[in-house]
């Protein structure tokens, strides 16, 4: 692994200093630093240096980034968006491989050096998306680093054959079990959970489990998961995605739930959503308890949006928390970066010394200046080495 | 006025065709078009071209744009961010003049050939904002056109001597009648709505009032002033800014209203806020209600954010109402450029033979794509003369 020396970078936007990577950590912080003999120089230029951005919620499976545009006439309900996908991925050219390489560099130009993918399991494509996106894993690890959650995204016990692909996923190396709205979509919440739990116990794998369901239903399948994390004692092993039903206003319901998510140390991943309720992402940093974010799906069957940029999500998590003070901005900023990693138990991340050398270099004048124009990527470094300069990565799409 | 033959452009992404723009006017649309003598021609390369974008609510006399970064450090309630600003202006170096021309500049980049702005009327800046966005629409006509709305932004009634200076600036030349949370700023609402009402009379000028109150006493400023409206004969005259409280979850409160707005051809103007409710786009266009919208202010002392980019708005527009069909997202393109410019009483707007040739060139394979990804502005055209290649202007800014 190639050491580097970064001159003339700005941790945070703070005092311009030098940077010594070495063995794909920060071996050293300061002025003036002089490079070891064959380690390359590179000139910062006075720009801020940041984390590595982390995308810790996507799906990497199931993007079309880079064919013709899908001209998106879907129902309005989930089940309109769940069933058109998986009918129609196969004509419509989704190759889970392909697509999740080409995301994943897209992602590393942007300046991400952590990726969490949901990847779905069904009983129409089986381990398909699981052995595409394992792939891109493996070919890709250079520039970023992928985590897998198998993820029942049509139900998991009202399409038999379903939890047993689940289990298949595991063994063939999914990192972290997924699960999908307990009641709203498998309308058994206690069957769901326990499937769920089960197959983390039986893998000794966290969980991260889409919670879309709102209010009072949403608590209540919130409230099952706090209760078998508990039981189980899975504390720090849990995510629960979305959460809109944290974004009710009714203190007398959300107040219990993030006592135990705190308590629990359950982890919440919210993209600052502008149409749905939101968790209110200071309450729950103040509550001790690790926020984590992501793109959510990028331009595919259930939406055009998207371009897998971690600052502006930042950005959305601020405008979605009307986070106006340059210290609120910088709360969305870390969202999606060391909680992140913190989420992904990426053990020694930030901009310290022995941490890892994960790192992304933008110009601007203040961290929330970066934020809010979405400051140009001008170099991302994965584990010392620079993957990405001015929108060019060292790698190529398929 | 020069003449100019676009070949190859793209209609709403449709098929390529021709465009001759004579006069300031779109004269000919169609394929294999030739130019008259000495007209010059432009290459479109089958770009998309829309109408130009239509920035319908913004401060230009606020905004920080080109001045070092301001630290948000203000306090949490409305009045902290109103008392901050106006005791602060001027330390700031925020001049109306110069500010109101960069961002103006930086609009018309971004493809926006109209902008209605608020501008600051208090007895502590007296006419200075309003001379200066006023020398701003004059110097920078050749760009966009700039409608002033006169704003009291530090309440009417309650600071002594706000009227009088609203007066002022009607007779000096703004050409719109603001007003500003009638129950919660001034405390007052009759008091406050008697008044502007009274000054769009005496002017023959139209309102465009901001109103962020929610909910239910947001809903009786609303039905005052859907009675003012009726009363004075002022239908197609009235624009209700923000308006959260159509965003309330109750169809028995807002329904009503709703049909106020339209049989008075009251608009409504939303940013798509992803904080605060809003009012719903597809429910109030299907009404038959003139909605448009704007960014608001732009990186000044209320919050960070902002780039002038009306593409982007629209997308914001979608992500707030939760369009995702492609047929939604042309909505919210419409919000931000023909519904803009009937709000702002600009006729014979949009792409069509005899309408003002006020244009945008952007590439893509579709409308929907170019809004999701903010497609780069390759040319701008206001009456019919390319003012901005590039994202270079033909102006500079002070």
Redesign the interface.
């Known amino acids: 692994m190639a050491d580097l020396l970064l001159r003339n970078i700005r941790p945070y936007a703070g005092a311009p200093t030098d940077m010594l990577l070495q063995a794909g950590r920060i071996a050293r912080i300061g002025k003036g630093l002089t490079a070891p003999e064959g380690v390359a120089v590179e000139d910062g230029r006075g720009d801020i240096v940041l984390p590595g951005l982390v995308e810790a919620h996507t799906h990497l499976d199931k993007s079309l980034w880079g064919l ?2 899908y ?4 129902g309005p309900k989930l089940l309109d968006k769940i069933d058109n996908e998986r009918m129609n991925k196969r004509a419509l050219g989704i190759d889970p491989y392909r697509q999740s390489a080409r995301q994943s560099i897209q992602s590393s130009l942007m300046g991400s050096t952590h990726i969490r993918s949901h990847v779905d399991v069904d009983t129409e494509h089986g381990m398909w998306g699981i052995e595409g996106v394992m792939r891109t894993r493996d070919e890709y690890r250079d520039i970023v680093d992928i985590e897998i959650v198998a993820f029942p995204q049509s139900g998991l016990l009202r399409r038999p054959g379903t939890l047993e692909l689940m289990d298949e996923a595991m063994k063939l190396g999914a990192e972290v079990v997924g699960g999908l709205d307990p009641c709203t979509i498998d309308r058994d919440p206690k069957g769901h959970l326990d499937a769920v739990f089960a197959l983390c116990q039986r893998y000794g794998k966290p969980l991260d489990i889409h919670l879309h369901e709102p209010g009072e239903v949403g608590a209540f399948s919130m409230d099952m998961i706090i209760e078998r994390t508990r039981a189980l004692g899975m504390q720090g092993k849990v995510t629960i995605s979305h959460a809109f039903c944290l974004g009710t206003p009714d203190p007398a319901l959300i107040d219990p739930l993030i006592a135990g998510l705190a308590e629990l140390d359950i982890a919440i991943m919210t993209t ?5 309720p939101a968790p209110p992402v200071k309450k729950l940093l103040e509550a001790g308890i690790r926020v984590c974010s992501g793109s959510d799906g990028i ?1 595919d069957t ?6 897998a940029d971690m600052l502006e999500r930042a ?2 998590i ?5 986070f ?4 609120e ?1 910088r709360l969305g900023l870390d969202v999606c970066t060391c909680q992140g990693a913190r989420v992904m138990e990426v053990a020694g991340y930030g901009i310290d010394e022995g941490f890892i050398a994960d790192l992304v270099l933008v110009p601007g ?2 961290v ?2 970066a ?3 979405r400051s140009p990527r001008r170099r991302v470094i994965k584990r010392g080495k620079i993957v990405a300069r001015d929108g060019v990565s060292i790698r190529t799409a398929p």
């Open positions: 013709p545009w001209v998106n006439e879907v600052g959503p502008a149409s749905r331009r259930w939406g055009p949006y998207g371009n950005m959305f601020g405008l979605r928390n009307n106006r003070r340059d210290d901005l004048e203040t929330a200046e934020i809010v124009t």
